[in-house]
């Protein structure tokens, strides 16, 4: 009877699939980096003829734009988020020259954030990309403030005076938080 039940349980384990062994697993304190969500798959207020912002720059077809302007400051301090590669430029377009005025030079500075950043970033522009009433400013005064997103031939055009609001103003909140205040659009002193 033993010698049945060891055969029976070797043509067991031959027909049994086999499977590979795990891959070895990275320590724990080792950080895999997140996936990268896809890109907008839920749009509302997408606009057919808005304003397309003018950084300086050629825009990058998966992209978040922002554009922040005083009356003091003489031009738009414009964030672009290349969603693609990661790349974060900073520019400030100076505005028109008004006769008998010193016109301000442009500037212009480029940060590739850590791959690491770039998945929480997009979930929060779906987030605004899916969010189907128009963006809040909250009160300020001189200060007006434009949010595009880009997806391709699509977009979605925000813009208010005042400070933005709700899911704008979290959006800078975390572009600022990576790059340091003295980066940030909504910090930059009179030029």
Known sequence: MPIRFAAFAACLLACAPVEAAAPPQAPASAQVPAEV????????????????????????RHAVVV????FF???????????????????????????????????????????????????????????????????????????WLIDGRQVRHETGAGLPAGLAAEWMHCVDKLLGAEHSSLHQSPR
Request: hydrophobic share 40%; charged share 15%.
């Open 73 to 147: 400051n003489q031009g738009t301090d414009f964030q672009v988020l290349d969603l693609d590669t990661g790349t974060l430029v900073h520019a400030f377009v100076p505005a028109p020259a008004v006769p008998g005025r010193q016109q301000p030079k442009g500037k212009r500075s480029t940060v590739t954030l850590p791959r690491s950043a770039l998945p929480p970033l997009v979930a929060l522009a779906n987030r605004i990309w899916a969010y189907p009433q128009p963006i809040p400013s909250r009160s300020a005064t001189d200060i007006a403030w434009n949010l």
């Open 67 to 70: 554009g922040t302007w005083g």
């Open 37 to 60: 969500p896809a890109y907008a798959p839920l749009k509302e207020r997408v606009c057919s003829d808005c304003p397309m912002p003018r950084p300086g720059i050629a825009l990058p």
